[in-house]
């Protein structure tokens, strides 16, 4: 349906308009079809059907001029190359990763800068730095990326998987790592895989039958563990585990002594089986140490029989136990460290235990022997978010990052006897961090639950309700949001925004009863404490609506949608990223069936097809509503969370927007769900949703 938008100049002093200019927005023309489901006795049209085809003509023609219409848009923002600019220069400067000892070589990652892929470096025992692995010849336009790599035991043979476009369908490669020479043939079709290597006789990966129809879009629901032996065709590959057993995700890794298989098999986002396979024995069987999907449980380490396992079995917040491999089952565990309020991620290295806590979604680190016994807590840099802490054990020193909304990111080294913390890589970004402030504080929402969010903006801020916000969240599959530094956000900052993260419920800053408290029936509740976050921040006039943009990716793209068709006074722009747009046909997608944990199916009942399709961000449009500037973002190669999500509710929105805001969709060609996108292809991205955000705000200059 065509639609004309007249765009009229506007600038005001309190900008209760957006500037534009005098043109048109003429949308492309986007076919309906006669589509309709049936839902426990309810009709749904889905006209635009048609655009789940990712390899018709018709779509990629519909892709093209959508892009089109954007570009033409975004080419007319004033400040669009200024922000590029100043976006480039900041992210000009050398990033180095912590160090790792493979055989006799030092690795680490570094990036010159503006290099689309960051490169593996290794030192010899001398100290001579050469290239081992550059990402960045794996094609000309930086479009594939490195994933996944392993080295095996004593490092002299790497495998390593390679993104072609942002795709989660990978490719393995297998190399001397003394030589450089590759071996044998390269793995195809390996999709959400660990690798992990049985001393150097070859390694263990996951993957799904290539699946029928199109592999960016067709469902895939029973995943495989395999082993590849070196020097044999992957045709030859023995399946492990998931031939029999029909399971969604599973995975494979071996622990550190070689002594042991670890498998983990799920259906769904949450909760695992947990298996193990004695390796020293040739062919042993595979015993069961968890066989139901009630909790997440993960095998950490052992030593000799004994098992640690990290489990939120009984624990909500999880907790550390002991077993012998002889007698694995729950009713034989015993806590090496209890549950405590707060939320534990835990990893090894130089044999400890260094046991990290979420308070408030800020880091706290306890260092523990593996008796269990707490040797100290470390302290940190200052109040943020610290990561790493994992290694092997013969490893002499610890290395961890540092960061939060102000402070880029710091490579700390930490002697595990002494407990001395050292700088081992400061940052070498450009920026004040003096000059800016990152509070918390917590707000009440609709329930009267207490959330935590955290505000970043420049020192001395006026509190006049005019300032550009940016309200960012995500609130589901466990998943925390802890502060950390990035140059897009530096950017915001810089020009006067503001930065607001709250930790919505469906995360894991609680723990378990957290994330429950925003799955299927309650997912509302996330919803609800996005727009009470949002209304805090109008009420002590950090912002208002007409200066506000909520902001959020995959499950966040979700929460955006759901909240601008709810509320759609509530905010001037919406900015949702490659979303779960479409809540009664997400599961038919790829692996979307795993999502059901945190969603539920329309399939599931006729109360929880309803509960879906009243806040399914693509059914709850409706025409004569204006809904806030939109800038829709996903990639054509997106097999995560498929792009006719965010196609479908784009024409939507085009077809029933009232008033004068604009619908647009920005599809990035070449790539995926964000993972290994290129630097350049991410400056953009972030050039185009500030420079998009603050246009529809009436900003028609940038601060000097």
């Known amino acids: 349906m065509r639609k004309t938008i007249i765009i009229t100049t506007i600038i005001s002093s309190i900008m209760t308009s957006f500037a534009q200019t005098s043109k048109a927005i003429l949308y492309p023309e986007t ?29 990629a023609a519909w892709v093209k001029a959508e892009n089109k219409v954007t570009n033409v848009y975004l080419d007319q923002i004033p400040f669009r190359n200024q922000l590029k600019e100043r976006l480039e220069k900041l992210w000009n400067y050398e990033k180095t990763g912590a160090p790792f000892i493979e055989a006799n070589f030092t690795y680490y990652f570094k990036n010159n800068g503006l290099q689309n892929q960051s490169v593996l470096y290794r030192k010899d025992v001398a100290g001579k730095e050469s290239v081992f692995l550059d990402p960045n010849t794996f094609s000309k336009d930086g479009t594939t990326s490195l994933g996944e790599f392993a080295f095996s035991k004593d490092g002299s043979k790497l495998a390593y998987s390679i993104s072609e476009g942002g795709s989660d369908w990978r490719k393995v490669i297998i190399m001397d790592a003394l030589t450089k020479e590759v071996l044998g043939d390269t793995l195809v079709d390996v999709k959400f895989s660990g690798l992990s290597w049985k001393r150097n006789e070859g390694f263990y990966y996951s993957s799904y039958e290539k699946p029928k129809g199109s592999e960016l879009s067709a469902k895939t629901d029973q995943h495989k563990l395999y082993f590849h032996k070196l020097g044999t065709a992957q045709k030859e590959d ?87 491999v002889n007698n694995p089952t729950p009713e034989n565990w015993k806590d090496l460290i209890a549950e405590t309020t707060q939320v534990l991620e835990p990893a090894t290295c130089s044999g400890y235990i260094f046991a990290h806590y979420m308070k408030d979604a800020v880091s706290v680190v306890k260092q523990y022997d593996y008796s269990g016994k707490v040797l100290r807590e470390i302290q940190l840099p200052g109040l ?56 918390q504080v917590f707000y009440t929402s609709k329930d009267g639950t207490r959330i935590p969010m955290l505000i970043t903006h420049k020192k001395g801020l006026q509190l006049n309700g005019k300032n550009p916000t940016i309200l960012y969240g995500y609130g589901g599959f466990n998943i925390s949001l802890t502060p950390s530094f990035s140059i897009a956000n530096a950017v915001w900052l810089e020009n006067g925004g503001i930065l607001a993260v709250p930790n919505l419920r469906g995360g894991g800053e ?65 900015l949702p990223a490659v979303g779960v747009l479409d809540m009664l046909r997400y599961h038919t997608f790829t692996a979307g069936a795993g999502w059901a944990y945190d969603y539920g199916t329309a399939q599931d009942s006729k109360e929880m097809f309803e509960y879906l399709k009243g806040y399914s961000p693509l059914h709850t449009i409706k025409n004569g509503v204006q809904y806030p500037a939109t800038l829709v973002t996903t990639g054509d190669h997106d097999d995560r969370v498929v792009p006719a999500h965010s196609f479908k509710f784009a024409a939507e929105l085009q077809s029933k927007q009232s008033g004068f805001n604009p619908v647009l969709i920005r599809i990035d060609v070449k790539a995926g769900h964000g993972a290994g996108k290129s630097v350049a292809a991410t400056i953009q991205e972030n050039v185009d949703i500030q420079a998009f955000t603050l246009f529809n705000m009436g900003i028609t200059q940038l601060p000097k």
């Not at 006669?34 to 655009?51: E, H, I, S």
């Not at 790493?388 to 939060?404: A, C, E, I, L, R």
């Open 238 to 324: 023995k399946i492990i585990f998931g031939e029999d057993q029909k399971r969604r995700y599973v995975g494979g890794s071996v622990t550190e002594d070689d002594r042991f298989l670890v498998i983990t098999a799920a259906t769904s986002t949450y909760g695992n089986e947990l298996y193990i396979q004695d390796l020293s024995t040739p062919e042993s069987p595979i015993v069961t140490i968890v066989a139901d999907f009630n909790s997440d449980n993960t095998v950490m380490d052992n030593d000799g029989n004994q098992l640690f396992i990290v489990t939120d079995r009984n624990a909500p917040n999880k907790r550390i136990v002991t077993v012998d």
């Open 384 to 439: 943020g978010s610290a990561d790493g802490f994992s290694g092997k054990k013969k490893d002499k020193m610890v290395y961890y990052s540092f960061t939060n909304y102000i402070t880029p990111a710091t490579i700390c080294a930490f002697e595990p006897h002494s407990g001395k913390s050292t700088v081992y890589q400061k940052s070498k970004a450009e920026f004040k961090t003096e000059e800016y402030e990152s509070k």
């Open 31 to 59: 076919r309906k079809d006669a589509t309709v489901d049936d839902y426990f006795g309810t009709k749904v049209k889905d006209p635009y059907r048609w655009l789940e085809d990712d390899r018709s003509a018709e779509t």
């Open 510 to 574: 609680y723990g378990k009863e957290w994330h429950d408290a925003g799955t299927k029936l309650q997912k509302q509740n996330v919803f609800d404490d996005f727009i009470a976050a949002a209304e805090y921040l109008i009420a002590e006039k950090y912002t208002s609506s007409n200066f506000l943009a909520i902001r959020g990716g995959s499950n966040g793209g979700l929460l955006v949608g759901a909240v601008m068709t709810q509320r759609p006074d509530l905010a001037k722009v919406a």
